[in-house]
Each structure stands twice: as C-alpha cells, then as structure tokens.
C-alpha cells in the first residue's frame, strides 16, 4: 500500500521560510521523478516544483528563486524548502511521484501577519 505524508506546515509570517517533508511507504521514491505540487482555496491544484530521478530540479515560475525541492533516496523522503514566503503561497501542499496518481493528505501552509 503506497502512503504518502506530508509535514512541516504550518502558520508562518511573511518573508518567514518552512522545510515541507513528505515520507514515503509502500514506494520507492529512487525510482521515480517526484512532484510538489499546491492547492489554494477556490483554486485547482497546481504544479509547484519536481525533481527528477537524477536529481535535477525544475520549478514553478512564481516560486523560482525562494523553494528549493530536494530529496533523500535512502530515507525514502521527499522535501521542499520555502523561503521568503508571501501570502499568495497559503495553500494545501500535496507531494506526488510525477507518472502516478498517488496523493497524500497534504500539509496546510498558512502565510499570514
């Protein structure tokens, strides 16, 4: 049974930074290309950032220059470093190897003064 958790979020000020995780079971996540990908309310879920088998990262217009994906194959976990965060990045955050419909429950991410 492939489980996906997504962690880390949380209610943080503008300009404040969060580390996202997302530990995988049930899957290898070596062998595939892994997505981060968001929800904000009353919007579709979007594409944030992926890194691909090799390690080579690719991201998201509005997030290019303060996130950071990056993962650990030996801990089986994903993760997302935000930085400079601004309240257009509240959202539901959702990680997702790229080629499957796996999806965890997501972590909330709060950007607010």
């Known amino acids: 049974q492939v489980r996906l958790v997504e962690s880390g979020g949380g209610l943080v000020q503008p300009g404040g930074s969060l580390r996202l995780s997302c530990a995988a079971s049930g899957i290898i996540i070596a062998i595939y290309d892994m997505g981060w990908y968001r929800q904000a309310p009353g919007k579709q879920r979007e594409w944030v950032a992926s890194i691909s088998r090799g390690g080579s990262a690719n991201y998201a217009d509005f997030v290019k220059g303060r996130f950071a994906i990056s993962r650990d194959n030996v801990k089986n976990t994903l993760y997302l470093q935000m930085n400079s965060l601004t309240p257009e990045d509240t959202a539901v955050y959702y990680c997702?190897?790229?080629?499957?419909?796996?999806w965890g429950q997501g972590t909330q991410v709060t950007v607010s003064s």
């Open positions: 997702k190897p790229v080629a499957t419909d796996y």
